[in-house]
């Protein structure tokens, strides 16, 4: 993945300089995330970290590389999951594409044990001979809270991120269908 990328919030300081400081959340509450984006042919991805009710984050990463879903634990839980794009359009100037995603219907894959693999146990040095201490994760489950960030990679044409009440049945303003693919 590229080191070029678009985050809000930005990013902190790290922890040890403001360890006194809460981290900046976007709070945001809609539970439909919308990017209206066009392909340019590349491996791209966005991530998206998600607070549950009892403020545990998890991060969602959408990419077109992951072939399979996957769930990585560690500091931060982070779900992988695959992204493909349309096939190309006809009219290439209006080949926009609008991804939609319900945010709420991600927070239960972070407890499936079925999408963490076994050869990435987290284990911590040896506590002695024959010991080993095993990382407990905080993953998020339960109802969902709000958004902590929204981060796009720039191996893509972003048009625009917005968040919505409802879903991709909802019809939107015209000036975001302007250019649009039907």
């Given at each position: 993945?590229?080191?070029?990328?678009?985050?809000?919030?930005?990013?902190?300081?790290?922890?040890?300089?403001?360890?006194?400081?809460?981290?900046?959340?976007?709070?945001?509450?809609?539970?439909?995330?919308?990017?209206?984006?066009?392909?340019?042919?590349?491996?791209?991805?966005?991530?998206?970290?998600?607070?549950?009710?009892?403020?545990?984050?998890?991060?969602?990463?959408c990419?077109?590389f992951?072939?399979?879903?996957?769930?990585?634990?560690?500091?931060?839980?982070?779900?992988?999951?695959?992204?493909s794009?349309?096939?190309?359009?006809?009219?290439?100037?209006?080949?926009?594409?609008?991804?939609?995603?319900?945010?709420?219907?991600?927070?239960?894959?972070?407890?499936?044990?079925?999408l963490?693999?076994?050869?990435e146990?987290?284990?911590?040095?040896?506590?002695?001979?024959?010991?080993?201490?095993?990382?407990?994760?905080?993953?998020?489950?339960?109802?969902?809270?709000?958004?902590?960030?929204?981060?796009?990679?720039?191996?893509?044409?972003?048009?625009?991120?917005?968040?919505?009440?409802?879903?991709?049945?909802?019809?939107?303003?015209?000036?975001?269908?302007?250019y649009?693919?039907?």
């Amino acid at each position: 993945l590229t080191v070029s990328y678009i985050r809000c919030p930005p990013a902190g300081p790290s922890s040890a300089t403001q360890s006194h400081c809460a981290p900046e959340h976007l709070g945001l509450k809609h539970p439909w995330m919308h990017l209206q984006v066009r392909n340019l042919h590349r491996e791209w991805a966005f991530e998206v970290g998600l607070v549950d009710q009892s403020g545990r984050e998890g991060i969602v990463r959408c990419a077109t590389f992951q072939k399979e879903p996957r769930l990585k634990l560690g500091r931060s839980p982070m779900l992988l999951l695959p992204l493909s794009f349309p096939p190309p359009s006809s009219r290439p100037l209006t080949s926009w594409c609008t991804i939609a995603i319900h945010l709420p219907s991600l927070l239960p894959h972070f407890s499936s044990a079925a999408l963490t693999r076994n050869d990435e146990e987290e284990v911590s040095s040896p506590a002695g001979p024959g010991q080993y201490q095993y990382r407990t994760t905080q993953v998020p489950s339960g109802t969902y809270s709000h958004v902590s960030y929204v981060k796009v990679y720039a191996t893509c044409r972003l048009r625009r991120v917005w968040f919505s009440e409802g879903g991709p049945q909802q019809r939107l303003p015209w000036e975001f269908q302007l250019y649009a693919a039907e």
